[in-house]
């Protein structure tokens, strides 16, 4: 039977939501066997795996969790020329957008990024991507196996089932050289929520006009519980940190609700966003292309909504 390749990634020990969406997909491509590689300095993860849809986990045990391109890769290499599988699966976080490229290329196949579907048709793979700035999906198929890609968040579905069983392999690999050594490890903030697992996202554009715009974002957000994000452009100018980035080139992804402050709704910030359930635009003007995607939509300045809004939800909260 044909295997469908899994490369996971964890996050303390659990795998990330974006790796059990994943698993999802593969499990939906059907008559197949889902294999999971867990790269990591144990096994905690490996039952998650199974319940999120894996038959198998191979473990391959590192120093670190952390994604290392010059480990990783190699290891990947040497699991898909064991198993032979019909296709390689990642998600595309910049682990997955760094790894798949490369790992097509040291195999002489192709690659697929970004994926928004996965299908099968007459016996092959087909997967749609966003191309030419987001204004356009293509379907394509792979001449050669295994095929390679990387899979967006909001595609599979991440369907628990505690009765599923698999088995656990664990493979041995001679300590690999690496050119680079891992000085230290800095991450966002403690309270910064994750992007790709929030339920409501408040995110701001160019028509913030500045910095000082973000902090009246960050005050809405705090008042939800709620994640921020930036389009591209606040991001390049310094106005905020590269990791609140939504769009084609930053992140993918699918909250309940998701405010578009000051964001024009350009194809490549709507191409990380497009998925929300519900996306309420606040913008100055009202010929914005954000206000096709919106469900709602405020026109005014948001220097005077957002904080009315902010002020409203509190007193909501005041009365439960």
């Known amino acids: 039977m044909a295997m469908i390749l899994v490369v ?4 303390e020990g659990a795998p990330v939501p974006l790796t059990r ?8 491509i059907g008559n197949v066997v889902v294999v999971a590689l ?33 480990v990783w890769l190699p290891i990947v290499e040497r699991v898909v020329q064991d198993i032979r599988p019909l296709a390689v699966l990642t998600g595309h ?15 002489e196949t192709a690659v697929a990024t970004g994926c928004v579907g996965v299908t099968v048709e007459a016996g092959r793979l087909l997967f749609t991507r966003a191309c030419y700035g987001g204004n356009v999906r293509e379907t394509v198929s792979f001449g ?16 628990a089932d505690a009765a599923r069983e698999g088995k656990v392999v664990v493979i041995d690999v001679p300590q690999i050289k690496t050119r680079v050594r891992v000085i230290e490890r800095e991450r966002d903030t403690a309270d910064a929520k994750n ?20 902090r009246v974002l960050e005050d809405f957000a705090h008042v939800l519980d709620a ?13 905020c940190p590269h990791s609140w980035q939504i769009g084609l080139t930053g992140k993918t992804v699918t909250p309940d609700l998701y405010f578009a402050v000051g964001i024009s709704g350009a194809g490549h910030h709507m191409a990380g966003c497009g998925n929300a359930r519900t996306i309420v635009a606040i913008n100055s003007d009202p010929d914005a292309a954000i206000f096709r995607d919106a469900r709602f939509g405020v026109v005014g300045d948001y220097r005077q909504i957002v904080p009315a809004l902010a002020d409203a939800v509190r007193a909501l909260k005041a009365r439960t």
């Open 227 to 239: 994640a921020v994000g930036s389009s591209r452009v606040p991001c390049d100018l310094g106005w």
């Open 8 to 11: 996971a990634e964890t996050r």
């Open 38 to 70: 867990l790269i990591a300095p144990d096994v905690r993860a490996a039952p998650d795996l199974i319940v999120h849809g894996a038959d198998r986990v191979h473990h391959v045990r590192t120093g670190s969790e952390e994604y290392e391109g010059e």
């Open 93 to 107: 976080t910049p682990a997955g957008a760094d790894l798949a490229p490369r790992l097509a290329f040291r195999l």
């Open 144 to 159: 050669h196996a295994p095929a390679v890609a990387t899979v967006k968040a909001g595609v599979g579905v991440a369907a």
């Open 21 to 28: 969406e994943v698993l999802g997909v593969a499990r939906a």
């Open 195 to 214: 992007l790709e697992d929030a339920k409501i996202i408040v995110a701001g554009g160019r028509g913030l006009e500045g910095p000082e715009g973000f």
